[in-house]
């Protein structure tokens, strides 16, 4: 089981980037065994993948919604995740999650809330109009 632990969410104005990251602890070598993804969930709103990265980093998933604008990286060796958010808007308003998904496959990307083994505690990100 990994502890997946978020930081770096804030308040920042439309148009503002941040930076999340997400460390893992616990099982870490067995890290690049998971698939990793930051879901977001806004207020009266069901959770939904934003980002997902592979195994080893080559394949990636972005949402239609934040496609150009965020970007989702991963270094193993440190066991930990990143998401670039750039152009931010207040749509992008959200409590935004870290999940691990462990996956036998190197190129499985996208996974749902109900395969996820491990959750962060999310950060909060707040993006004023």
């Known amino acids: 089981q990994l502890q997946l632990v978020e930081s770096g969410g804030g308040l920042v104005q439309a148009g503002g980037s941040l930076r999340l990251s997400c460390a893992a602890s616990?099982?870490?070598?067995?890290?690049?065994?998971?698939?990793i993804g930051w879901f977001r969930q806004a207020p009266g709103k069901e959770r939904e993948l934003a980002a997902a990265i592979s195994r080893t980093g080559a394949y990636t998933y972005y949402a239609d919604s934040v496609k150009g604008r965020f970007f989702i990286s991963r270094d193993n060796d440190k066991g930990t995740t990143y998401l670039r958010m750039n152009t931010l808007n207040p749509e992008d308003t959200a409590v935004y999650y870290c999940a691990a998904a462990f996956r036998p496959s190197v190129d499985s990307v996208y996974f749902e809330t109900n395969e996820a083994n491990d959750w962060g505690q999310g950060t909060q990100v707040t993006v004023s109009s």
């Open positions: 616990g099982l870490t070598l067995t890290f690049s065994n998971y698939a």
